[in-house]
Nanobody, 124 residues
Framework: QVQLVESGGGSVQAGGSLRLSCAVSGYADSSYCVGWFRQVPGKKREGVAAIDTDGSATYADSVKGRFTISQDNAKNTFYLQMNSLKPEDTTLYFC??????????????????WGQGTQVTVSS
Protein backbone atom coordinates (compact mmCIF):
# COMPACT_ATOMS: atom_id res chain seq x y z
CA GLN A 1 0.00 0.00 0.00
CA VAL A 2 1.00 3.61 -0.41
CA GLN A 3 2.97 5.00 2.51
CA LEU A 4 4.70 8.30 3.13
CA VAL A 5 7.05 8.77 6.08
CA GLU A 6 8.47 12.15 7.07
CA SER A 7 11.71 12.78 8.91
CA GLY A 8 14.03 15.67 9.62
CA GLY A 9 11.92 17.80 11.89
CA GLY A 10 13.37 19.32 15.02
CA SER A 11 14.18 22.51 16.86
CA VAL A 12 16.23 25.36 15.49
CA GLN A 13 16.81 29.03 16.22
CA ALA A 14 15.37 31.73 14.02
CA GLY A 15 17.44 32.17 10.89
CA GLY A 16 18.50 28.54 10.91
CA SER A 17 17.79 25.73 8.47
CA LEU A 18 16.21 22.28 8.43
CA ARG A 19 15.64 19.73 5.70
CA LEU A 20 12.56 17.56 5.82
CA SER A 21 12.48 14.26 3.97
CA CYS A 22 9.52 12.18 2.84
CA ALA A 23 10.19 8.56 1.90
CA VAL A 24 7.47 7.03 -0.22
CA SER A 25 6.62 3.40 -0.88
CA GLY A 26 3.91 1.50 -2.67
CA TYR A 27 4.19 3.52 -5.86
CA ALA A 28 6.82 5.18 -8.05
CA ASP A 29 7.69 8.58 -6.63
CA SER A 30 8.13 9.96 -10.12
CA SER A 31 4.53 9.29 -11.14
CA TYR A 32 2.65 11.88 -9.10
CA CYS A 33 2.82 15.44 -7.94
CA VAL A 34 3.97 15.57 -4.31
CA GLY A 35 3.82 18.32 -1.76
CA TRP A 36 4.32 19.64 1.75
CA PHE A 37 1.67 21.08 4.02
CA ARG A 38 1.63 22.38 7.56
CA GLN A 39 -1.00 22.72 10.20
CA VAL A 40 -1.25 24.73 13.38
CA PRO A 41 -3.59 23.10 15.92
CA GLY A 42 -7.08 24.48 15.52
CA LYS A 43 -6.46 25.79 12.01
CA LYS A 44 -6.86 24.21 8.63
CA ARG A 45 -3.94 22.56 6.91
CA GLU A 46 -2.16 24.94 4.55
CA GLY A 47 -0.08 24.17 1.50
CA VAL A 48 3.62 25.01 1.59
CA ALA A 49 5.10 23.67 -1.65
CA ALA A 50 4.49 21.13 -4.38
CA ILE A 51 6.49 19.69 -7.25
CA ASP A 52 5.30 17.81 -10.31
CA THR A 53 6.84 14.98 -12.29
CA ASP A 54 8.66 17.42 -14.58
CA GLY A 55 10.25 19.24 -11.68
CA SER A 56 8.08 22.35 -11.81
CA ALA A 57 7.29 23.70 -8.36
CA THR A 58 4.92 26.07 -6.64
CA TYR A 59 5.21 27.72 -3.24
CA ALA A 60 3.05 29.51 -0.75
CA ASP A 61 3.82 33.22 -0.66
CA SER A 62 4.89 32.94 2.98
CA VAL A 63 7.81 30.64 2.13
CA LYS A 64 8.90 31.83 -1.33
CA GLY A 65 12.62 32.48 -1.45
CA ARG A 66 13.21 30.58 1.79
CA PHE A 67 11.97 27.02 1.15
CA THR A 68 12.86 24.70 -1.73
CA ILE A 69 11.11 21.47 -2.65
CA SER A 70 13.02 18.78 -4.52
CA GLN A 71 12.83 15.10 -5.25
CA ASP A 72 15.19 12.17 -5.75
CA ASN A 73 13.31 9.63 -7.82
CA ALA A 74 16.08 7.03 -7.47
CA LYS A 75 15.55 7.10 -3.71
CA ASN A 76 11.76 7.50 -3.85
CA THR A 77 12.19 10.47 -1.55
CA PHE A 78 11.32 14.13 -1.75
CA TYR A 79 12.53 16.98 0.39
CA LEU A 80 11.75 20.39 1.77
CA GLN A 81 14.81 22.52 2.40
CA MET A 82 13.84 25.27 4.82
CA ASN A 83 16.20 28.23 5.22
CA SER A 84 15.88 31.51 7.11
CA LEU A 85 13.36 29.91 9.41
CA LYS A 86 11.07 32.13 11.44
CA PRO A 87 9.16 31.45 14.67
CA GLU A 88 5.93 31.56 12.68
CA ASP A 89 7.13 28.49 10.73
CA THR A 90 6.70 26.48 13.92
CA THR A 91 4.12 23.76 13.44
CA LEU A 92 3.53 20.19 12.29
CA TYR A 93 4.59 19.51 8.68
CA PHE A 94 3.04 16.81 6.48
CA CYS A 95 4.09 15.37 3.16
CA UNK A 96 1.46 14.26 0.71
CA UNK A 97 0.94 12.67 -2.68
CA UNK A 98 -1.24 14.35 -5.24
CA UNK A 99 -3.79 12.49 -7.33
CA UNK A 100 -2.16 13.39 -10.68
CA UNK A 101 1.30 13.91 -12.22
CA UNK A 102 0.76 17.60 -13.08
CA UNK A 103 1.47 20.48 -10.72
CA UNK A 104 -1.52 20.74 -8.41
CA UNK A 105 -2.87 23.62 -6.35
CA UNK A 106 -1.72 23.74 -2.73
CA UNK A 107 -5.07 22.58 -1.45
CA UNK A 108 -5.64 19.42 0.59
CA UNK A 109 -8.43 18.15 -1.67
CA UNK A 110 -5.92 17.58 -4.49
CA UNK A 111 -3.78 15.23 -2.36
CA UNK A 112 -4.88 11.74 -1.45
CA UNK A 113 -2.14 10.14 0.66
CA TRP A 114 -0.50 11.70 3.70
CA GLY A 115 2.39 11.15 6.05
CA GLN A 116 2.02 11.23 9.81
CA GLY A 117 3.67 14.60 10.29
CA THR A 118 6.92 15.90 11.71
CA GLN A 119 7.27 18.78 14.16
CA VAL A 120 9.31 21.88 13.35
CA THR A 121 9.99 24.34 16.15
CA VAL A 122 11.74 27.65 15.55
CA SER A 123 12.73 29.68 18.58
CA SER A 124 13.35 33.41 18.57
Amino acid sequence: QVQLVESGGGSVQAGGSLRLSCAVSGYADSSYCVGWFRQVPGKKREGVAAIDTDGSATYADSVKGRFTISQDNAKNTFYLQMNSLKPEDTTLYFCARGYAPRLLPLLTRYFDYWGQGTQVTVSS
